[in-house]
């Protein structure tokens, strides 16, 4: 069974020859018409995430993994196509979820925790799990504002390991934290994978492509241009990248 | 053949009443707590810019119109009144772009992050209304009933002004980053149009129109007659105020509708 269905998903961005972001500079260059280029991140992109299943997606920077995390997420809506859900989908996205840096761990945990879908009691009993798994018990009332990107991403793994109901959606998965903490994270993927949650990864390393994914498709321009087994995928994400550096 | 974008989501997708509340309170107390650095000792920090304004105001108006008797009442419903809905305005226009790192991360509906960010304008307002209640029992003008419940409804007009003013500017500010200097500008002027400091009564009635057009105008009159004068405003007057709160939240609900959907592209 399809726990989200992509079908012909396009999705296009208008980039303009001149930035305006202000009601004056809106006015002041009324008399001076911009030209917008067309950058289409998302091309008819069609594919079904199955329940259970781990679904890796490669690609070069600006082949539009991340655009597609996004859709598929509704962080943004598509063009055109449709993007059926039909499962509860946590995103962990650009090594982050999102802080406010003027609150502390705790309250952040909160926060995240509750726009994840996890209930103040469920968030309350979880507390010390999540800050243990982030070996951050003792900065649990310190702000955001002071630390560092690492301790950030690692608060940001363990909301989301614990919030996750159906759907994990990774980008860059494991590609924090000291190897102690990669491996707690691995320990934690397998068991989601064990207990049947789906997963959709995005990654560059062809070896965690082949490691945890049960399947996998390779992006470019925005489109799929081939499906296929891990290893399949992760070879021709790796000759794609000779073929350009040696041209 | 799919063409026009589209997102439907069905069964567990969809979050859960009790959650949904849990984020709405976290929401709230996150934002009072960032705000006021978790104290309450911050908030009370806080409620001294409008106390301060009305001791300074009292001090110099209520010589002006010393012939009436219950300016400095009229005052202080008027200039509370008056916070709550520059306050809200304010906070609401930029409510999207302070929670920008959420609406870029996860998926969260953009109305909660606009609604909850007035809580705070909500709060002072409870608190200011408590302070008006004990200045009309101590001169001798403690509030019928039914001028309590109008109070309420009255606030409750404003509150949704203030929402579907916030709904409609917080996309269009993500457009638009100047757009919060414009409205200090008609904040700062609408002050002086809406009768805060002077009572209405002193212009020509023909004016008195165009001054009921802006929003917080009839909310300030019929509070202060409903509390002050014991006189309750005519069900024509109740009727244009409900129509106009309820216009201001239809507009604000539809530009929203239609500027949310994208409002993480544009942070």
Known sequence: MALITVDAVSKAFRIPTVRRDTIREHLFGLLQPRRFHQLQALDSVSFELRAGETLGIMGRNGSGKSTLLKVLCGIYAPDRGRVERRAAVTPILDLGVGWNPELDAVDNVFLIGSVMGLSLREIRRSMDEILAFAELQEFANLKLAHYSSGMSSRLAYAVAFRAVREVLVLDEIFAVGDAGFRQRCEERYRQLHAQGHTVLLVSHDPNIVKSFCDRALLLDHGRIVREGSPGEIADSYVTTLTHRISD | ?267
Request: hydrophobic share 55%.
């Open chain 2, 1 to 267: 053949m799919a063409t026009a974008g589209s997102t439907a989501t069905s069964g567990s997708e969809r979050r859960p009443a009790l959650a949904r509340a849990g984020l709405i309170w976290t929401l709230v107390r996150t934002d009072f707590k960032a705000r006021y650095h978790g104290t309450l000792g911050g908030f009370v920090w806080a409620l001294l810019k409008p106390m301060s304004m009305f001791v300074v105001l009292m001090a110099v108006f209520s010589f002006l119109f010393a012939s009436k008797p219950t300016y400095k009442l009229n005052l202080i419903v008027g200039l509370f009144l008056w916070d709550f809905f520059a306050e809200g305005t304010k906070a609401g226009l930029t409510s999207l772009h302070a929670r920008g790192y959420l609406l870029t991360k996860t998926r969260v509906p953009p109305w909660i992050l606009v609604v909850t960010s007035v809580s705070n304008a909500v709060i002072t307002l409870a608190v200011f209304s408590v302070v008006i209640m004990i200045f009309l029992v101590s001169a001798g003008h403690p509030p019928s009933l039914s001028a309590l419940v109008a109070f309420a409804g009255y606030c409750v007009a404003l509150g949704a002004i203030v929402v579907g003013f916030s709904l409609a500017s917080s996309g269009l500010f993500l457009r638009y980053r100047d757009l919060n200097q414009v409205w200090d500008v008609v904040v700062q002027a609408g002050f002086f149009i809406a009768p805060i400091i002077y009572p209405l009564d002193i212009l020509p009635e023909r004016f008195h129109f165009y001054l009921y057009i802006w929003p917080p105008t009839p909310v300030i009159e019929f509070s202060r007659a409903a509390l002050v004068a014991g006189v309750m405003p005519t069900t024509t007057g109740h009727l244009y105020l409900a129509v106009d709160a309820a216009i201001c939240l239809l507009v604000g609900i539809l530009i929203h509708r239609r500027l949310s959907p994208r409002a993480a592209e544009y942070i």
